[in-house]
């Protein structure tokens, strides 16, 4: 039963690429099962950094089959880019993914609502990568599987179809709508390179199981910006939490023998949303710059804070933790103090949960705990840690009710403790 969800526990960018890769060095399938080129997962070998945006984080490894499966939403044309990227960075191997013929493509148009959405008074800060249109497009019934490039004419349809629907939005919004041409034009050419790669994922990763191989389930995103569990409506409009898993990638529950929950050692969030333990002061700042914290995929800065238990025991609940891996310990060395939120404060009382439709009004509780000041980048294993990022770690493990079996201390590969 070796199929492990790799599940962000937070807003996000929590380092989920980093684990991804380094886990898949015992793997043989990695699979993304949710969201789309809104995700930006950095890995680091050596001096070389590489951001994958849809191809799978197991891609640096020769012989790892990726998978982008159902559950995601595919734009052709960032595809296609990411992959002649990847192969001139001299990722030769990077065209041989196998891509769900049901995940929906992300066309023109849907970018184009987006970026206009963003541009209203209630714009969410979205990455304006046409994710959530191309979501609706799905629910609503008129999307654009990505089967549809096999054949010309099922393409025309239903992308006039699609276009057709969001004509008066995009004019309600200002816009103005693309032609079906140019939409099509767009993306017809990509259809040869792509086509051959359409399957039923869900086949292959089943025959994977059966045949013991491990299985990693990459999440993007993160619990906190879950469709059905995040800080709605501040959230992605996709299944971001474990259970995402099974159904973005077609494989039933029984198959997931362990969920990772990767938790950044303070939190972070990009976009508009409650981040009740934000930082605006100079500590916040200084996170930003130590953690290099800017996103991935906009460059926008993210917002910085102190570590949230409350948010990380509602994680462990949603995602059913077994396993966390801990990221960006080093980046806490040399702060002045260390905060923790171990608690709210809501108008219904004191809770140590996390108030999760009331976040506006709550007020985080705080603990002071002990700072370091010890480099921690040369760190093997835990005993090369201070007492106090132990204590740190143990204080994680402790809110998650479950081992860290990765400590993270850099960005590059061999920076990690692993257990
Ligand atoms: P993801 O979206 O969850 O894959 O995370 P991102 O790649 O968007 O953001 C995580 C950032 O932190 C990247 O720049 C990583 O290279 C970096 N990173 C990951 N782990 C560590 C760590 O332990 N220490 C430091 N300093 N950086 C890390
Ligand atoms: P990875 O996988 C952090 C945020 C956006 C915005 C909200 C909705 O790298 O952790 P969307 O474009 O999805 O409609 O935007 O979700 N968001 C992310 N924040 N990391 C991500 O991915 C994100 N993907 C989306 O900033 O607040
Ligand atoms: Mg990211």
């Not at 013929?101 to 209203?120: C, K, N």
């Not at 025991?313 to 806490?332: H, M, P, W």
């Not at 999760?356 to 509780?365: H, M, Q, W, Y």
């Not at 370091?372 to 090369?384: E, T, V």
Request: charge should be neutral; glycine fraction near 10%; aromatic fraction near 4%.
């Amino acid at each position: 039963m070796p199929g492990i969800v790799v599940v962000g526990a937070q807003w996000g960018d929590e380092g989920k690429g980093k684990v991804v890769d380094i886990l898949t060095e015992h793997a043989e399938v990695v699979v993304r099962y949710a969201g789309g080129p809104n995700a930006g997962h950095t890995l680091v070998v050596g001096n070389e950094k590489v951001i994958v945006r849809l191809v799978p984080s197991g891609i640096l490894r020769k012989g790892t089959a990726c998978v982008l499966a159902q559950g995601m939403v595919i734009d052709p044309v960032r595809l296609c880019d990411e992959i002649d990227e990847l192969k001139k960075r001299g990722y030769e191997h990077a065209a041989d993914l196998h891509i769900s013929d049901r995940a929906h493509a992300i066309l023109a148009y849907h970018r184009l609502v987006d970026g206009l959405r963003e541009q209203t008074a209630g714009a969410l800060g979205t990455t304006k990568r046409g994710i959530g249109p191309c979501y609706e497009d799905k629910a609503a019934r008129r999307g654009v599987p990505m089967g549809a490039l096999r054949d010309p004419k099922t393409l025309r349809d239903l992308a006039a179809r699609g276009l057709e629907a969001w004509k008066p939005v995009i004019a309600a919004l200002g816009g103005t709508a693309p032609t079906l041409e140019s939409v099509l034009a767009e993306i017809e050419p990509l259809a040869a390179r792509i086509a051959p790669r359409l399957c039923d994922t869900s086949a292959l990763v089943d025959a994977a199981l059966r045949e013991n191989k491990t299985v990693l389930f990459e999440g993007a995103q993160g619990t906190l910006l879950d469709v059905d569990h995040g800080t709605y409506p501040f959230v992605t409009s996709s299944s971001a939490i474990a259970g995402g898993a099974c159904t973005g990638a077609g494989v039933g529950p029984t198959r997931i023998a362990r969920v990772v929950g990767l938790v950044k050692a303070y939190c972070t969030r990009v976009g508009a949303g409650p981040f009740p333990t934000e930082l605006s002061d100079e500590i916040g700042e200084r996170l930003r710059k130590i953690g290099d914290e800017f996103g991935s995929v906009t460059g926008r800065p993210r917002r910085t804070g102190w570590l949230d238990l409350p948010a990380l025991r509602y994680a462990a609940r949603i995602n059913g933790l077994d396993r966390i891996a801990i990221t960006k310990l080093d980046v806490l060395t040399g702060a002045p103090k260390l905060r923790v939120c171990v608690a709210y404060e809501t108008p219904h009382g004191e809770s140590s949960e996390l108030p999760v439709s009331d976040l506006e009004r709550a007020k985080p509780i705080y603990r002071d705990v002990e700072p370091w000041s010890d480099d921690l980048s040369g760190a093997r294993a835990l005993g090369d840690l201070p007492r106090a990022a132990r204590d740190y770690v143990a204080m994680i493990e402790e809110a998650a009710g479950c081992e860290a079996m990765i400590v993270s201390v850099g960005s590059r590969r061999d920076e990690t403790i692993t257990k």
